[in-house]
């Protein structure tokens, strides 16, 4: 791991910006007034990735112009990923960050329901849980390069800790 980056990539076939993505699905975004959420018409793709610098990144593009217009890196404990369950009209999803009260909304575009709750269930996963697998790992293999065995044996309970609460 002679990068030199931070957090060198964790998986194999090391990820980099034109490679596939993590989690993708169709998805339109919504504007927030007031209480009410309404939908942009635009046909969109959420995406999420890790870049080659280890971030995870989400991402909203618009499917006709190809424009990615957020691309927000995604840190450990940041937001979270569900169905907005007072939506009773739509498959309306937030990412709803947990400092401060910034919420983005989308609206499910893929043509059936039967993979709704897999996509929000790997969202989920991918801008929560494994951003801190990730760090943790990443962190663990730079100590190891620099014999720093206080802070490894600090990281490595951390990922200890991590891998036997979420196994995958």
Known sequence: ??????????????????SKYLVEFRAGKMTLKGSTVTPDK????????QTDDS??????????????????????DDCEFKRVNQCTTGRVYVLK?????????FWMQEPKTDKDEEYCRNTHTHTHTLTVMFMCRGLKAQTHQHMNSSVT????????????????
């Open 1 to 18: 791991m002679s990068s030199g980056a931070l957090f060198p990539s964790l998986v194999s076939g090391s990820r980099s910006s034109s």
């Open 97 to 105: 960050f947990k400092a401060g009260s910034k919420r983005l909304f």
């Open 42 to 49: 635009r046909k969109g793709t959420v995406y999420i990735q």
């Open 55 to 76: 971030l995870i990144h989400f991402c909203w593009k618009d499917r006709t112009s190809g424009n990615v217009e957020d691309d927000l890196i995604i840190f450990p």
């Open 153 to 168: 044996l600090s990281i490595s309970l951390l990922s200890l800790l991590i891998n036997s609460t979420h196994p995958y």
